[in-house]
Each structure stands twice: as structure tokens, then as C-alpha cells.
């Protein structure tokens, strides 16, 4: 595959309702070459694929994802928002929360990276850590997968709970108002046995690619539509970049 890899960010949410079926499917069909989506818990401990810790944007509904089961998210329209924000006129009302083994059933024909986040608070990390550990597990796809999370502790957790899989420490341009130098994101990640960064694009300067590349470190950057990017990917060793338009993207590389 060519550098820098296209990752579609909660599929090609350009173009459908993220982190849907609907958008993985577009993402393959278009040509990315791997997929990015958030996992949290439902009421029942399912691994569930969606971004919000509530409904409001996407179904206008004001539970909290973590107080229904997946069976009545999986009833759940979260796919018209989209049609009627970009006024496509098609029917996305079929389009609900999926779970994680869903998803994973709709991507047996990537071939490239799986990025899993995460998306946990202070607290439940652990639970939600082991539950996609025991999703993806036995999956043929395990080498494409990198579980990755803002809650760094999460990480140890994930490693614990399944040594074999890749990780990645997420990091917003906000660590730069806590570490005194970039240089420390680095050493933060290794901390917590991170084997890849996954970055905002406005952290990945020349510096930290360069320290990143010496501590043979993979860099992923997120989320950017920008074409600019790619050259700069490429002058700085930066392995993939997650869009919400792969298929624009992909047309520049």
C-alpha cells in the first residue's frame, strides 16, 4: 500500500452517517485503505460503534448510550440526521447503532489497519477494555487492528487483557498546555505501553515525527481533509492519515 495509508475516520462519514454500516461499506467500496471507530458499552456490556456518550446529535433523543442495551440501540435511527443535514434526500433511517462485531462482520474484506477507540471517562475503562479484547480476540483480522484511547490507562488494560494486539496513545493538541516539550508525548506513550501514536495533525511538526521516527514509533494523524497532508506525511515519515473523505484524499496521493 501507499504512504501515507487513507483511513476512513468513522467511515466515509463525508458522504453517510458515521460510524454506521452504511459508511463502512462506502469507506471499502471507495477504496480506503482501513477504517476508524469509537466502541463504548452498552447497558448490557456490549461493545457498541458510536462516537457520543448520548443521542442527542445523531437520533435526538436524550438517553445516554450507556443506559440501553444493544438490542434497543440496534432499533435506534441514527442515520437521518445526516440526510436532513445535507439535504441528500435519501432514506438513512435503517441505519442504527451496530455493535462491534457488526462492524467487524463488515469489514472481512479490508485489508489494512482496523483503528479501534476507546471511548471511555474516568472510570469503566477496564470493562469496556476487556469486552473488545474478548471481541477481537479470535477475529482472522487481529493483526489489522489497533486499539487506541485518550484514556491512557485503558492501554495497559487492553495489553493485559490481549498481549497480541497493537496499540496506540491518542493525543490532542490540548497535552501540549500539561507537557513542557513534545518530546514527552513520547515518553508518556511508552509509559503506558503504547506501541503507536495516533495524533491531531497540529502536533505533528517535523520535531516530533522526527523523535517519533528514531524511537521507531509509528505516527497516525487525525482528522484532516486537507491534500497539503499528504506531502507532508511523506516528508515526515508519517505512516497514516484518518479522513473524513478518503475518497478526495485518495484522488491526491
Given at each position: 500500500m501507499k504512504k501515507p495509508l487513507i483511513i476512513a475516520h468513522r467511515g466515509d462519514s463525508s458522504h453517510a452517517p458515521e460510524n454506521t454500516l452504511a459508511a463502512f461499506r462506502l469507506a471499502l467500496d471507495k477504496g480506503a485503505d482501513g477504517v476508524e471507530f469509537d466502541v463504548q458499552l452498552s447497558k448490557d456490556g456490549v461493545p457498541v460503534v458510536?462516537?457520543?456518550?448520548?443521542?442527542?446529535?445523531?437520533?435526538?433523543?436524550?438517553?445516554?448510550?450507556?443506559?440501553?442495551?444493544?438490542?434497543?440501540?440496534?432499533?435506534?435511527?441514527?442515520?437521518?440526521?445526516?440526510?436532513?443535514?445535507?439535504?441528500?434526500g435519501?432514506?438513512?433511517?435503517?441505519?442504527?447503532?451496530?455493535?462491534?462485531?457488526?462492524?467487524?462482520?463488515?469489514?472481512?474484506?479490508?485489508?489494512?489497519?482496523i483503528y479501534i477507540e476507546l471511548k471511555c471517562r474516568d472510570t469503566g475503562y477496564d470493562e469496556l477494555a476487556k469486552a473488545v479484547c474478548h471481541v477481537i480476540r479470535d477475529s482472522p483480522q487481529l493483526s489489522q487492528m489497533i486499539v487506541k484511547s485518550f484514556k491512557l490507562a485503558a492501554i495497559p488494560a487492553v495489553r493485559h487483557a490481549l498481549p497480541?494486539?497493537?496499540?496506540?496513545?491518542?493525543f490532542a493538541p490540548e497535552i501540549m498546555n500539561i507537557l513542557r516539550r513534545k518530546r514527552h508525548i513520547i515518553a508518556l506513550a511508552r509509559e503506558f505501553s503504547a506501541d503507536q501514536l495516533s495524533v491531531h495533525h497540529s502536533l505533528a511538526t517535523p520535531k516530533l515525527t522526527t523523535l517519533a521516527t528514531d524511537a521507531q514509533m509509528p505516527i497516525t494523524i487525525w482528522t484532516t481533509d486537507n491534500p497539503a497532508w499528504l506531502t507532508r506525511c511523506r516528508k515526515r515519515n508519517i505512516s497514516a492519515l484518518i479522513t473524513n473523505n478518503p475518497a478526495k484524499l485518495l484522488s491526491k496521493r
Open positions: 458510536i462516537h457520543d456518550f448520548d443521542l442527542k446529535r445523531t437520533a435526538g433523543r436524550r438517553e445516554a448510550v450507556a443506559e440501553l442495551t444493544a438490542k434497543q440501540l440496534g432499533k435506534i435511527d441514527v442515520g437521518s440526521w445526516f440526510a436532513r443535514k445535507n439535504k441528500t435519501d432514506d438513512l433511517s435503517s441505519q442504527t447503532v451496530p455493535t462491534l462485531v457488526e462492524v467487524l462482520d463488515t469489514l472481512t474484506d479490508c485489508r489494512g489497519p497480541e494486539v497493537r496499540t496506540a496513545a491518542l
